[in-house]
């Protein structure tokens, strides 16, 4: 959400000279922004330098760069920010702050990237649930 006062980034959307009107958008043209399919196949332990761009109280919207060089933007849950339980991301995230995060799920119909600031849990369980190694002697 903007505040009065908050300094923003736009573009020129549109210029209606009959009516006198300028038209601005904060959003990316399409033909910059990446798809979520431009991060298919990329591996689910590989990190992406990001920025907070939107807070809200479910997570965090993230932009980062695809592998392509284009920019995108992803969920940041509030479960994928700490590992504890975690109620206002802003607690932990402000706007504009730099984030390592990495790709959790891409749901390509309806372009949407879900991302994580967590290490991958799958290792974590790996690591805890194998067994010691213990030395017999007879």
């Known amino acids: 959400m903007l505040e009065v006062g908050q300094t923003v980034k736009v573009r020129v959307a549109e210029i209606d000279l009959d009516k006198n009107r300028i038209s601005l958008s904060m959003r990316m043209p399409d ?70 995060v990495r790709i959790v799920s891409i749901d390509k119909e309806k372009n949407r990237i879900s991302l994580s600031m967590l290490q991958k849990k799958e290792a974590n369980m790996k690591e805890a649930a194998a067994p010691a190694a213990a030395e017999v002697t007879a």
């Open 31 to 100: 033909a910059a922004r990446a798809s979520a399919s431009d991060f298919e196949g990329v591996p689910d332990d590989q990190w992406f330098d990001g920025v907070v761009v939107t807070l809200q109280n479910y997570g965090a919207f993230i932009k980062l760069t695809s592998p392509s060089g284009l920019v995108a933007q992803g969920l940041l849950p509030n479960k994928e920010i700490a590992d504890t339980f975690v109620e206002d991301p802003g607690e932990y995230l402000e706007m504009d702050m730099e984030v390592k």
